[in-house]
């Protein structure tokens, strides 16, 4: 796909989002490509349950989603340091070594071409973004930590319209808190308060929403007890409204407020015969003041009592879970369900046996045009990005069936799969991944909302330099095409660069 520059960008005053990433790139790609991987970080403090079950996100390779969960304190012997950007990772403050403060970076280079965008036969829309992102961790002691992150994103192209703060950004404040951490009768014990990103839950119902330029921040407080075998979080936050201009145009959004407490213990390993599995209820509570299903906005009030099964058994890795959801929506009650089942294993020996999979999901539906009981089931953040690449549909009035094979060969993965998708009430609409319906969707016939076929090949230059690209087709089933819809191809490609 060929790149060009945007000439409505151009008469802003502004470069293209790839000509401004390229100095940055050239500036980091030369030093990540003098080692094959970064020093792996020891933990440190107390460590009472396994580091991958906390909620703080995956951390592959020593680097984070979250970029506070990295712990990079095993850089406090010179002799770890590898280069310049480990030099970055561990800067002493104190004599003892004790006060320290780490820094991180990224930039992510994004092109993406669709067609028929919004499913509708209109002209061809290419974006083109830009991330870059800094932050600081600075840790005073075992008991004290400050974390800071700033982001800018950049956007132009062709057709894409006037992009929303979570795609063009000139600066936000993504992350602001404050940790106090201890260690009470042999528990790890903490509390965080400020603005912070959240990942504590199936990656099916809580995301940063990591396709957009700028990663979703929330507001408020999280504090969690951690043991041996199990630990308890828990935590309430206001999502961020982002603005495009300057950080002072972003604030608290203080119609919506997501509350709860999740919980993880271990499950015994010769239950499922030397398994590693994690068993993980969750409470939760969202309110949000405009809620709308079919022609209604009200007041929403929605619950979530489920819990998450993941982890590996034997050869088999799986990612189970299940949110039951009641409430109330403008007085009419609510009564949903999401079920989400991921499997996979390796065919064959060795790193590089192909790997199969299956995805079994299911979202409820109804209600929303009939006046009556509230059935479409919603996640409280929107992760679209397993059901379409380019953000079409949410596992709202949903069931995916989903197998797909992923080969690895050294540095390089490829992953093919295709989507069965269809909807769950007849009597409800299709749902785009803001929740909102494809118009008329909702007045024909019919369950099949199409297939949605997906390849992906990424490659590892290093743990901090990877390239990926994308490919999507979106072929409209009876439901779309009988609304007006059409058939759509997503085509994207980006590098990631970070420290």
């Given at each position: 796909?060929?790149?060009?520059p945007?000439?409505r960008?151009l008469?802003?005053?502004?470069?293209?989002?790839?000509a401004?990433?390229?100095?940055a790139?050239?500036a980091?790609a030369?030093?990540?490509f003098?080692q094959?991987?970064?020093t792996t970080?020891?933990?440190?403090?107390p460590?009472?349950?396994?580091r991958?079950a906390?909620?703080n996100?995956p951390?592959?390779?020593?680097?984070?989603?979250?970029?506070?969960a990295?712990?990079?304190?095993?850089?406090r012997?010179?002799?770890?340091?590898?280069?310049?950007?480990?030099?970055?990772k561990?800067?002493?403050?104190?004599?003892?070594?004790?006060?320290w403060l780490s820094l991180?970076?990224?930039?992510?280079a994004?092109?993406a071409l669709?067609t028929?965008?919004?499913l509708?036969?209109s002209?061809?829309?290419r974006?083109?973004t830009?991330?870059?992102?800094?932050g600081?961790?600075l840790?005073v002691?075992?008991?004290?930590r400050f974390f800071?992150e700033?982001?800018?994103?950049?956007a132009?192209?062709?057709?894409?319209?006037?992009p929303?703060?979570?795609i063009?950004?000139?600066l936000?404040v993504t992350q602001?808190?404050v940790?106090?951490?201890g260690e009470v009768?042999?528990?790890?014990?903490?509390?965080r308060y400020?603005r912070?990103f959240?990942?504590?839950?199936s990656?099916y119902?809580v995301s940063t929403?990591?396709?957009?330029?700028?990663?979703?921040?929330?507001?408020?407080v999280?504090?969690w007890?951690r043991g041996?075998n199990?630990?308890a979080d828990?935590?309430?936050l206001?999502?961020t409204?982002l603005g495009t201009?300057?950080a002072?145009?972003?604030?608290?959004?203080?119609?919506?407020?997501?509350?709860g407490?999740?919980l993880?213990?271990?499950?015994?390993?010769d239950?499922?015969g030397g398994?590693r599995?994690f068993?993980?209820p969750?409470?939760?509570?969202?309110t949000?003041?405009?809620?709308?299903?079919?022609p209604?906005?009200a007041h929403?009030?929605?619950?979530?009592?489920?819990?998450?099964?993941w982890?590996q058994a034997?050869?088999?890795q799986?990612?189970?879970?299940?949110a039951h959801?009641?409430?109330e929506?403008g007085?009419?009650?609510i009564e949903?369900l999401n079920?989400?089942?991921?499997q996979?294993m390796?065919?064959g020996e060795g790193?590089?046996?192909?790997?199969?999979?299956?995805?079994v999901?299911?979202?409820s539906?109804g209600?929303?045009?009939?006046?009556?009981t509230?059935r479409?089931?919603?996640?409280?953040?929107?992760?679209?990005i397993?059901y379409s690449?380019?953000?079409?549909?949410n596992p709202?009035?949903?069931?995916?069936v989903?197998?797909?094979?992923?080969?690895?060969r050294?540095?390089?993965?490829?992953t093919?799969e295709?989507?069965l998708?269809?909807?769950?009430?007849?009597?409800?609409?299709?749902?785009?991944a803001?929740d909102?319906?494809?118009?008329?969707t909702?007045?024909?016939?019919g369950?099949?909302?199409?297939e949605?076929?997906r390849?992906?090949v990424?490659?590892?230059?290093?743990?901090?330099?990877?390239?990926?690209?994308?490919y999507?087709?979106l072929?409209?089933?009876?439901?779309?095409?009988d609304?007006?819809?059409a058939n759509s191809?997503?085509?994207?490609?980006?590098?990631?660069?970070?420290?």
């Amino acid at each position: 796909m060929t790149v060009h520059p945007d000439r409505r960008v151009l008469r802003r005053g502004r470069r293209p989002a790839l000509a401004l990433a390229l100095p940055a790139l050239m500036a980091m790609a030369i030093p990540a490509f003098a080692q094959e991987a970064p020093t792996t970080p020891a933990p440190a403090g107390p460590q009472p349950y396994p580091r991958n079950a906390i909620g703080n996100g995956p951390v592959i390779g020593g680097y984070g989603e979250a970029r506070w969960a990295e712990d990079w304190s095993a850089l406090r012997d010179p002799e770890r340091r590898k280069d310049i950007w480990d030099r970055l990772k561990y800067i002493p403050l104190s004599s003892d070594g004790d006060v320290w403060l780490s820094l991180s970076g990224e930039m992510r280079a994004r092109t993406a071409l669709t067609t028929s965008p919004g499913l509708r036969d209109s002209p061809d829309q290419r974006l083109d973004t830009l991330r870059l992102v800094g932050g600081a961790d600075l840790r005073v002691g075992r008991h004290l930590r400050f974390f800071g992150e700033v982001a800018h994103g950049n956007a132009g192209g062709d057709n894409y319209g006037n992009p929303v703060g979570a795609i063009r950004n000139d600066l936000a404040v993504t992350q602001a808190f404050v940790d106090v951490m201890g260690e009470v009768g042999g528990y790890e014990v903490g509390a965080r308060y400020g603005r912070q990103f959240f990942l504590d839950g199936s990656p099916y119902l809580v995301s940063t929403r990591n396709g957009a330029t700028i990663l979703m921040p929330f507001n408020g407080v999280r504090g969690w007890v951690r043991g041996q075998n199990w630990r308890a979080d828990a935590f309430d936050l206001r999502p961020t409204l982002l603005g495009t201009g300057d950080a002072s145009d972003d604030r608290s959004d203080k119609g919506r407020r997501f509350s709860g407490v999740n919980l993880s213990t271990r499950v015994p390993a010769d239950w499922v015969g030397g398994s590693r599995l994690f068993f993980d209820p969750f409470v939760w509570r969202q309110t949000m003041d405009a809620r709308r299903w079919g022609p209604v906005t009200a007041h929403e009030e929605r619950n979530y009592v489920g819990a998450r099964l993941w982890g590996q058994a034997g050869p088999v890795q799986l990612d189970w879970s299940v949110a039951h959801q009641t409430g109330e929506f403008g007085g009419r009650d609510i009564e949903a369900l999401n079920v989400f089942t991921n499997q996979s294993m390796a065919v064959g020996e060795g790193a590089n046996a192909p790997r199969v999979s299956l995805r079994v999901d299911y979202g409820s539906g109804g209600g929303a045009y009939d006046g009556g009981t509230i059935r479409n089931a919603v996640t409280p953040m929107g992760v679209p990005i397993f059901y379409s690449y380019q953000n079409v549909f949410n596992p709202v009035n949903m069931i995916a069936v989903v197998p797909g094979v992923t080969v690895r060969r050294g540095k390089t993965s490829v992953t093919g799969e295709v989507q069965l998708t269809w909807r769950a009430s007849e009597r409800d609409a299709v749902y785009r991944a803001t929740d909102l319906p494809y118009a008329g969707t909702e007045a024909v016939d019919g369950t099949r909302v199409g297939e949605v076929w997906r390849f992906q090949v990424q490659h590892n230059l290093s743990p901090r330099v990877s390239l990926l690209g994308r490919y999507e087709h979106l072929a409209a089933g009876e439901v779309l095409r009988d609304a007006g819809y059409a058939n759509s191809d997503y085509l994207t490609a980006w590098v990631n660069l970070r420290f």
